[in-house]
């Protein structure tokens, strides 16, 4: 491990922080389109997401619930990043979040902020705290919602 790990994972520890805090301002918006909720009962983590879609493209999002630092930090970020995306960018960005923290793979530059996730690779059981505002998304945006629970789950 290089000197510089410690100052990297110390930066990642403050910005999901930082982004949790947020939380509460990302309220459900005026107009609501969609709803869904998710669950993760490793964690205990509730997120109620309304969404304002206008044709194909988020208009607005917001949530509201009880959650880890993790989840909360996710969220926001989650929020800021599909702020005008389509439908097809969020499941799309939603894919690449999930191989990210699973498998590594590379995220693409809208996804640049949730890099400080990356840390939650080393504790599996956070995985799905961290994923659980992005499955909700998209469970939210099928043509029939469904409720979203996040468990952990082995890989072959």
């Known amino acids: 491990m290089n000197a510089a ?20 301002q ?13 669950s993760n ?17 988020i208009a607005a999002l917001g949530f509201e619930g009880e959650s880890c630092l993790i989840c909360r930090a996710s969220a926001v970020m989650m929020a800021d ?7 097809a960018q969020a499941h ?6 999930d191989a990210f923290l699973h498998d590594g793979q590379p995220l693409p ?10 840390g939650v690779r080393a504790y599996p059981s956070r ?8 499955q909700t998304l998209t469970r939210c945006i099928q043509p ?6 996040t468990h952990l789950e082995a890989k072959p």
């Open 127 to 134: 995985l799905s705290c961290a994923l659980l505002p992005w």
């Open 41 to 57: 009962p490793n964690c205990g983590d509730h997120l109620a997401l309304a969404l304002h879609l206008e044709d194909v493209a």
């Open 109 to 118: 530059g809208p996804l640049a902020t949730t890099r400080c996730l990356e």
């Open 144 to 149: 029939d919602p469904t409720y979203a629970t």
């Open 5 to 24: 790990a410690p100052d990297l994972q110390d930066l990642y520890r403050r910005t999901i922080k930082g982004q949790a805090a947020l939380f509460s």
């Open 26 to 38: 990302r309220r459900p918006p005026a107009i609501v389109t969609h709803r869904c909720e998710g």
């Open 92 to 97: 799309e960005f939603s894919r690449r979040l």
């Open 81 to 87: 990043t599909l702020a005008g995306a389509t439908v």
